[in-house]
């Protein structure tokens, strides 16, 4: 039901020290991890709504989200780099170029956690194993930066936007 009631701020979490690009959900919604420009991505328990833990980077994080097993978490930011977490100690695990020339914007990891899709500044979608973190395909298309990438509900699809405002729809 929506109505006056469901827009009531519940808690205010601040501490990042530049924007926020990109925030992901636990699937239980007791936790959520936001991404920042000021090299932090912060993990947030969201019944206390308190900081239980970060990562840091060299990097403006532009992205971020959860494996489906919620083990792992994937970021991609201004380094170039796909830097893969994990959750329990908050340590690098895998890091991958995901780009030779510019900076990444986007990442979404497929329902089942087999494969992710990039996207970035070098206007080049790129799909990728997730498990080996190897690439398995470069699209050329968009003649700005990719801002966005999803992986559609029945995994057959890659949607992209790009700043200069075209939308691309992909087969995988």
Known sequence: RVGP???TMVA???EHKGPVNSIALRANDSECVSASSDGSAIIWDLTRFVRSGALTANTF???CAYHPDESQLLTCGTDRKLTYWDV???NAIR???GSQSAA???LHISGD????VSGGADKKVKL???DEGSQYYEGNGHSGAIIKAKISPDEQRIITVGGEGGIFIWKV
């Open 95 to 97: 890091i991958v170029d």
């Open 104 to 106: 990444l914007n986007t």
């Open 113 to 116: 956690g087999r494969f992710f």
């Open 88 to 90: 329990t100690d908050m």
């Open 12 to 14: 205010s979490m601040k």
């Open 61 to 63: 994080f532009k992205a």
């Open 128 to 130: 990728w194993n997730y």
């Open 5 to 7: 009631e469901s827009q």
